[in-house]
């Protein structure tokens, strides 16, 4: 970590920024990927009466503590799925149509959200800046590496899971106390919710479209440390906001 000479001198010393759907797009390949599949199994099944998003999603969410997030993961999921959903008669064309549909997710370009080298430029001048994404360590880092932002970061940290037990970990390693960290996403559940519950901030910043499994939070909409943005103009005055009320 740099040195702190001439950084903010408040209490609020980090900013911690999320990745996908927060400083790029991800979610909507995602959703097409999904939607691509349902047009694939929906030629074995009527896709309402297999109820094929409900059981995709139970399918992924059981894997996760096998597969961890991201799309390898995903794939593997909508393999499975299919092959229960169809009782195996899908074919292996077919089979080898989703696997070209991971391949495509892997493949996709970074494309940076509007608004966010500006406001990331912004808060890195006055504030220490992490990143701290989950997912697949091979994809996630070829993101970094493409996305253009890396040198604004201190340090970058990819993770399996994105809870209380991480946050805590990663704070020790910065040696900061959850007071004066505040974490940048687009998910309540593995954004927000774990920071708050340290006694650190969060500022939400929703994107149009969030897997299910991330709006799994309960937060109250008036929580004193948190605050929502809907725009990443808006990011670098609201982590002012925060650093002076951390201050008081």
Known sequence: MRDNAGMSASPLRMVGFDADDTLWRSQDYFDQAQLDFERIVGAYVDLHDARLHERLYAIEKSN???????????????????VEITSQRISAADLHRIVELGKDLLRHPVEILPGIPEAVAAIAAEFEVVLITKGDLFHQEAKVRQCGLADLFRRIEIVSEKDVETYARLLREFELPASQFVMVGN???SDIAPVLALGGW???????????????????????????????????????????????
Do not use: C
Request: net charge negative; charged share 20%; no cysteine.
């Open 64 to 82: 996760i503590g096998v597969f961890g997030y991201g799309v390898k993961g995903m794939t593997l999921s909508m393999i499975e799925a299919a």
């Open 202 to 248: 969060g500022i939400h910043v929703p994107y149009h479209t969030t897997w299910a499994h991330e709006n799994e939070a309960e937060i109250a909409a008036d929580a004193p440390r948190l605050r929502r943005v809907e725009q990443a103009a808006q990011l670098p005055q609201t982590v002012r906001e925060l650093a002076a009320i951390a201050a008081n």
């Open 187 to 189: 998910s309540l559940r």
